[in-house]
């Protein structure tokens, strides 16, 4: 069995339709903070896939989850970087100590495979573009990627000391069906208030790499079904990138709606801890055998189609 934490949020969600795709059985365990029931609907009745509501600080939860679990698919954070900046332990407690909770629970009930999700939020404002696995120091400027990297190097302290293995995934931007929040998202709500004027935070010049969510899970069973080395690091992403700005012009194309005024903020960035640029290197992906099917511009262009449909316009 195959435990996904987070598998109930947006990323998480489509990872566990890939494990049952490969015809794994799934426990998913989460506390629906942000997560929703029917992103896994589609399962009931499957045999498939077994939902624990349950929360990563309660210990004792975390424990009795890990029954009968070969690999955990460590999925659960807070999903918006923004919240971080207003309540400032957020990313503590669901990232470095939630992770904290489940590589102790893995501990004590011999389980020693993790595949985790982080971020290219780790490498804060790199000097180096696109940035490569190897770049260092790596200095996050956000609460959220702190988080990431404590538990990176939390997962590594355990890998070598209790002899777990592991594979971090540092993702792109990941953008899809089911989206709570981010960019495309704001945006789609945004025009939906008010269908005549889009407004964007900053200049518009905040460029990113992108990945869809489907290519995003895909990779990382690739990696994980590959993987040999004790620990694996891998960006995930699509080697391209894209402004806000066309962005936002994807968007208003995409909603049908005529005349929209985009208006920009100012400033090189949306908000405090945000990154204006982020280009990853993703050869190492690449060279593993792995393709994505989607660039970062034809992510977005299906994702703005797919929330306009979920959210209505």
Not at 78 to 95: F, S, V
Not at 287 to 300: L, R, T
């Amino acid at each position: 069995m195959e435990l996904v934490t987070g598998g109930a949020g947006f990323i998480g969600s489509h990872l566990v339709d890939a494990l049952v795709s490969e015809g794994k059985v799934v426990r998913v365990f989460d506390n629906f903070s942000s997560g929703r029931e029917e992103f896994l609907s589609h399962h009931e009745g499957s045999g498939k896939v077994e939902i624990v509501k349950g929360d990563l600080l309660d210990s004792r939860a975390v424990m009795e989850a890990m029954d009968g679990v070969s690999t955990v698919h460590h999925m659960a954070a807070n999903p918006d970087i923004r919240l971080g900046t207003e309540i400032t332990d957020t990313d503590l407690k669901q990232g470095t100590v939630a992770t904290y909770n489940v590589l102790e629970a893995m501990r004590q009930t011999g389980v020693g495979r993790i595949s985790f999700s982080s971020s290219s939020a780790v490498y804060g404002e790199a000097k180096q573009m696109p940035t490569p696995e190897t770049y260092g120091p790596v200095m996050p400027i956000s609460l959220y990627g702190a988080s990431k990297l404590g538990s990176e190097s939390l997962i590594t302290a355990w890998s070598g000391t209790f002899g777990a293995k592991a594979w971090i995934h540092r993702f792109a931007n990941i953008v899809g069906p089911r989206g709570t929040h981010g960019v495309i998202f704001d945006f789609i709500h945004k025009l939906k208030n008010d269908p005549t004027r889009l407004e964007v935070l900053g200049d518009g010049r905040q460029e990113k790499s992108y990945m869809s969510a489907e290519d995003c899970v895909r990779a990382m069973c690739h990696i994980v079904d590959g993987g040999s080395e004790d620990v694996s690091l891998y960006n995930l992403g699509t080697g391209d990138t894209c402004s806000v700005r066309r962005i936002a012009e994807i968007v208003v194309e995409e909603s049908g709606l005529d005349g929209v005024s985009i208006e920009y903020s100012g400033g090189d960035r949306g908000w405090a801890g945000d990154v204006p640029k982020t280009s990853l290197n993703v050869d190492r992906l690449l060279d593993s055998g792995f393709v994505p099917k989607m660039d970062s511009e034809e992510a977005i262009r299906h994702t703005a189609r797919a929330l306009i449909s979920e959210i209505g316009l």
